[in-house]
């Protein structure tokens, strides 16, 4: 034996320390990892859990891996931020840890190149897809198209710059609005689908997919495209979840996605059909990896994603659950008068509550995911219990918070 040996703990990197990243630096603390994180924000939340912070802007690469050479990190990850991706694979590449493929990293960022990939590979039922940017010729685009279209930000995320387009000469205008939320100047147009939504979590693990679960979605009415909340399990089929899951582990492989998070959103119509509307290589946002996989699958899926990052043996036995449901704090303009004491709210509801409230704070009307000011989630027996539940909170909520 080695008796006296000291035991080093791995150091991991999470890139990014803003709410949704700090579920994950507690998470690698309580599993007694060393943990580094960076961020631009000198008061990321993330700051006050981790072992060792850096303030480095998270898409610059070369400093960030300035950073984990000087820390000498054995694993990175991102989560549920986009722009995290391209540097942890980039600094996984660099120093030989575990990662993304820094190609895959590039072509998961554009979601035309990601169309074009699927639709080549037939992993989904989509049909047309195009990409703009500042030069096209829009008014000859116009006329070739078939309508409805959606029209978006080939790098977008939170659903800002997306809109719904029904006729040609309306096309321009969505298409400016849609560059204008890029940080490239460019837009995707593809077919507009009406159907219901879904989400699918991955991890993929030495190259083998693993579909941890999937989530229906509840949206806010257009022309707003945003999410309001989450469920496992969903109102599918058993085969049509069953087709669902297919669709992801071939976009997975279509897209050569080696290592890590898969975060997508499909849209499934009555008939069956599947679309995949959106891929993110990282973690889903709004209590994917805290509550709902765990809860809803009995899984540690953030637990897993860091085994994996570090290179330890990844555990994704299945524990313990139920249905879980999630909504996002959502309101219409409004300033909050009243903060009723969360605690006590969780406790006479039997849920737990997530939020960035404070009194007198100014709330928008939710448009985008930004707009957000936290979540609910519910615990139940049945779906149906659990969406219920998680309802009735958010009901009192937009009767107290604003009250005169
Ligand atoms: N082709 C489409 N047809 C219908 N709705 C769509 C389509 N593409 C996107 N949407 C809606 O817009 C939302 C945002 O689009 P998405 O591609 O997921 O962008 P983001 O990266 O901002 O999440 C989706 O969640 C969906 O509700
Ligand atoms: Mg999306």
């Given amino acids: 034996s080695n008796d006296g040996e000291v035991i080093k703990m791995k150091k991991v990197l999470i890139i990014g320390a803003g709410f949704l990243q700090d579920f994950v630096i507690v998470k690698a603390k309580q599993m007694g990892y060393e943990v580094h994180t960076v961020d631009a924000d000198p008061n990321a939340v993330g700051f006050q859990h981790a072992d060792h912070y850096g303030v480095v802007n998270i898409v610059d690469e070369k400093a960030c891996l300035e950073y984990a050479r000087e820390n000498k990190i054995d694993g990175v990850l991102t989560a549920a931020t986009d722009y995290g991706v391209l540097t942890a694979a980039y600094i996984a590449r660099e120093m030989g840890l575990p990662g993304l493929k820094y190609e895959v990293a590039q072509l998961i960022k554009n979601k035309y190149q990601v169309r074009k990939c699927l639709f080549e590979n037939h992993v989904d039922d989509t049909e047309q897809a195009y990409e703009v ?209 969360m605690n006590k709210v969780e406790e006479k509801f039997g849920v737990e509550i997530y939020h960035h409230l404070k009194k007198g704070m100014k709330v928008n009307e939710y448009h985008t995911n930004l707009d957000g000011c936290g979540y609910i989630v519910a615990r139940a027996n049945t779906q149906k219990e659990a969406v219920e539940k998680a309802e009735k909170v958010l009901d009192y909520f937009k009767e107290v918070l604003f009250e005169d």
Wanted: glycine residues 10%; proline residues 4%; charged residues 25%.
């Fill in 133 to 341: 940017h500042r030069d096209t010729n829009i008014e000859e685009l116009a006329n070739k198209i078939v309508y409805p279209v959606m029209v978006k930000p080939c790098d977008g995320s939170g659903s800002r710059g997306a809109s719904r387009v029904d006729k040609a000469k309306d096309l321009k205008e969505a298409c400016k609005y849609a560059m204008d939320g890029s940080i490239t100047d460019r837009a995707e147009i593809e077919t507009f689908i009406v159907g219901k939504e879904y989400g699918a979590e991955t991890l993929v693990i030495n190259g083998e997919v693993h579909v941890l679960g999937i989530m229906q979605k509840w949206m806010t009415n257009p022309p707003y495209y945003a999410e309001l909340g989450h469920s496992i399990p969903t109102d599918l089929k058993k085969e049509v979840e069953a087709k669902a899951k297919k669709c992801v582990e071939n976009a997975i492989k279509a897209l050569a996605v080696n290592f890590g998070s898969v975060n997508m959103d499909m849209l499934i119509t009555e008939d069956g059909k599947v679309y995949i509307i959106d891929i993110g290589a990282r973690m889903g946002g709004n209590m994917i990896g805290p509550c709902i996989i765990p809860y809803g699958k009995g899984i540690d899926y953030m637990a897993a994603m860091i085994q994996n990052a570090v290179g330890d043996s990844v555990d994704l036995s299945v524990k313990d659950h139920c249905a879980v449901a999630t909504k996002l704090l959502a309101f219409k303009d409004g300033i909050v008068t009243k903060l009723p004491d």
